[in-house]
């Protein structure tokens, strides 16, 4: 795991855009799976800009979500689907046959979830993994004391995860479950980027990056990935020992 402090937010979405577009051009039928939610907004505009800017073939690039509420319907503006719709499919005019969601209305959660195992392996593997962490160290919804081999999965959400994702609702959701890929996804990818920004992601972020690698802490299963990466602003990378910081230029 590498750790890279920016100045600021903008500065780090910009280079986890940059990142994003640099995948591609290597491999121009990348598998790329990304987070929904505030911590990669910027970089999916930044990444929209700069594909359409430097004419970015994305004609055999695949994008996998990561995760989605269950219960929450597509069309709701607070899903991980509407999300990933607004700001990446629409905008890219991305074809439906090259993203693929959890569908939350399949009759059989467990089947959704062997269908998204199935499909990331035909499409052998995932090249870059955009993902973000929780106020209670998760990533997707691998919530606390989650397993980390464990693959797409259907999770019971934590108290902090149903609280905080209210956030993301223009009125109050009940939100239980959450359907998501698993940790040993991203183990298995070759690239990941964790993004956090904001000084309230400093106490979680340094207790994941400097504490056990332990699954109360999901996230922490960074530490033991060498094609890790973790792009901080300033204000997320407060709490972390001066050692660990590598400044970015
Ligand atoms: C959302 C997801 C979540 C978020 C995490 C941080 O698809 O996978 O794990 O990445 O809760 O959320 P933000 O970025 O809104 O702070």
Redesign the pocket.
């Known amino acids: 795991m590498k750790i890279h402090v920016f100045e600021n937010y903008e500065a780090l979405s910009a280079n986890a855009a940059e990142q994003t577009v640099n995948t591609i051009r290597k491999k121009s039928n990348a598998v790329i799976c990304l987070?929904?939610?505030?911590?990669?907004q910027r970089t999916c505009e930044i990444f929209v800009e700069m594909a359409k800017s430097k004419k970015l073939d994305l004609s055999a690039v695949h994008f996998i979500g990561?995760?989605e509420w269950v219960g929450i319907p597509p069309d709701d503006p607070g899903s991980?689907h509407f999300f990933f719709s607004k700001n990446l499919f629409e905008p890219l005019g991305i074809k439906r046959s090259n993203y693929h969601l959890f569908d939350i209305s399949a009759d059989n959660l467990t089947a959704e979830c062997a269908r998204m195992d199935g499909l990331v392996s035909d499409l052998g593997g995932i090249d870059l993994m955009i993902?973000?962490?929780?106020m209670n160290g998760?990533?997707?919804?691998n919530e606390p004391g989650v397993a980390f081999h464990l693959k797409a999965h259907v999770a019971q959400l934590h108290n902090t995860?149903i609280e905080?994702g209210q956030?993301y609702f223009s009125e109050k959701k009940v939100l239980t479950q959450g359907i998501t890929l698993g940790l040993s996804y991203l183990t298995n990818a070759k690239k990941v980027l964790l993004l956090a920004n904001g000084e309230k992601k400093a106490e979680i972020v340094s207790k994941a990056l400097t504490g056990p690698v332990d699954p109360t802490i999901p996230a922490s299963i960074l530490q033991n990935c060498e094609h890790g990466f973790v792009l901080l602003d300033q204000d997320a990378a407060s709490k972390l020992p001066e050692k660990l910081r590598t400044e970015q230029q």
């Open positions: 987070a929904s939610g505030h911590s990669p990561l995760d991980c993902v973000g962490i929780g998760h990533i997707g919804f995860t905080v956030k």
